[in-house]
């Protein structure tokens, strides 16, 4: 099989050709700009692939309700030209095959169910700290719209005691997003996080924020997986951190072997790597051919 | 149609007879004692019934993973004799009809969006804010399970700065049911919720958590709808103070009619009132014959 698959992300949209076993045979990459001219390039890129359909898994916010009239467009963005364009239509408009579309996010989720570190669960969260910090919701094999979609990355938490940084997101402040995506390394700390070391402080305030949301979380919905991805991630003494703060706030109240015994592999990075964004989307196309 | 019905709560079982449009024809309620004795009366109401099949919503924790060899199985609970007790299988030995059982919140869940307040509606979260505070979780036409169950009533929330009761949560102390379920009412302010007058500042503490906890709700699951139900929300003062601090919480940004302009009929009580849990019974038994 031969399905495409576009992650459109806010600064570089990827496109891609894949198999239904989740491999990438081809990839380009391309840097966002005003929609005609990035659709021109994608619609360049697939005319003579012959697909038998495509995933898109777009940044956002979108409209994924298929009963809306603005399915398919991109909702409200910053981002110049983007705010009510209609994506999904203009892609359905140049190439007459199913098509997949869904969150960056949630289409990383179904990425990791399909053929990463929730492969063959009917249920995973996956989040990506970076520049900001989305959530995916994958739960009863189905990827959860609802009334628009997962914004988790918003979500309230409990300041840190000894935390006074104020926290940037523009809405919140110092919801999730605001105390602990990147910027907030950098404003917290004065330099990028990158450039902390693994045993600064940092981490274990990071991992308290990182941990509580995952922790609630796991309340609300009870997944089998929890994924964490992002460049934030990228630091490999958050995990063991991430997970004792886990554990510490559900106090064995969730009573699971998944929980106690086997938190290691319950709390995990993407099996997919850096590859989860196109691979999610992948995975969009090929539901899209009811697979 | 004949559906059987069994609201299985840790005080009292309800069980009752009704058919596919949600009607209850009959019911007899009884204390929970001892399970051989309560089942025993279960077997009694249900011997001569004809019914076609039956719907349990249970207190919990219990097994609701049909993968597993304990599936049907109440887990760890104080209540004398029913640790570890096969409920369902007890019943499925009785009467030869499709059983449905799930926990007594997603039953609600189900049955608010099968006749009740999010009739018509693929998603909604039922909270039942009484003794405790329980959660159900209805995603894109499924009732949450995942890992264990949704256990939403225990999600951290950010203390109130005014706040100084420690909470009562035997497990996390302060999370949302150890500060916002009646017996913290009664623990802080020293009389019960139901005494204290319509104007008290005990309101808008109340409104600050559970507020807090629907709007990581919101965030996390997009539901096309959320009900509060129980008994602290019998006060009618709860609703507009609940629904102003959700507003404050999202601050905008998750864009939607439902929430902006029509937050009075977004955020609302259970549709079944205090039949929510014996109909939501009723839908669980209905879905067991594929209706």
């Not at 050709?17 to 989740?22: H, K, R």
């Not at 777009?58 to 009963?67: M, T």
């Not at 990506?128 to 988790?152: M, N, Q």
């Not at 072997?257 to 590859?275: F, H, Q, R, S, T």
């Amino acid at each position: 099989m031969r399905i495409g698959a576009i992650e459109a992300g806010g600064t570089k949209f990827v496109c891609g050709i894949g198999n239904e076993n989740g491999a990438i045979e081809d990839r380009v990459s391309f840097p966002t700009e005003h929609p005609e001219k990035t659709l021109a390039q994608v619609f360049e890129y697939f005319k003579d692939k012959a697909v038998e359909s495509i995933g898109i898994g777009s940044f956002g916010p979108i409209n994924i309700d298929e009963a809306s009239s603005a399915y398919g467009y991109v909702t409200t963005t910053p981002k110049p030209g983007w705010s009510g364009y209609p994506f999904l239509p203009a892609m359905k408009q140049q190439f007459d095959v199913p098509m997949g579309w869904d969150t960056d996010v949630n289409a990383a989720a179904l990425g990791e169910a399909t053929w990463g570190a929730a492969a063959g669960l009917d249920s995973c969260v996956y989040y990506t700290i970076g520049t900001g910090v989305g959530v995916g919701v994958y739960a009863e094999g189905k990827l959860v719209h609802g009334l628009v979609h997962p914004e988790g990355g918003h979500v309230l938490v409990r300041r840190h005691p000894d935390d006074e940084y104020e926290g940037f997101c523009p809405y919140h402040g110092d919801c999730l997003e605001g105390l602990a995506a990147g910027p907030a390394l950098q404003g917290r700390w004065k330099v990028p996080g990158s450039e902390l070391p693994q045993d600064h402080p940092a981490w274990a305030m990071e991992a308290y924020y990182i941990g509580q949301a995952v922790a609630n979380a796991v309340l609300m919905l009870s997944p089998k997986r929890v994924i964490l991805g992002g460049g934030v991630m990228h630091q490999p003494q958050l995990f063991p951190l991430v997970r004792a703060e886990v554990l510490k706030a559900l106090n064995g109240y969730v009573s699971s072997d998944a929980l106690a015994a086997g938190i290691d592999g319950y709390i995990v990075p993407p099996g997919l790597g850096d590859n989860a964004g196109l691979t999610g989307a992948l995975a969009l196309g090929l539901r899209a051919l009811g697979r």
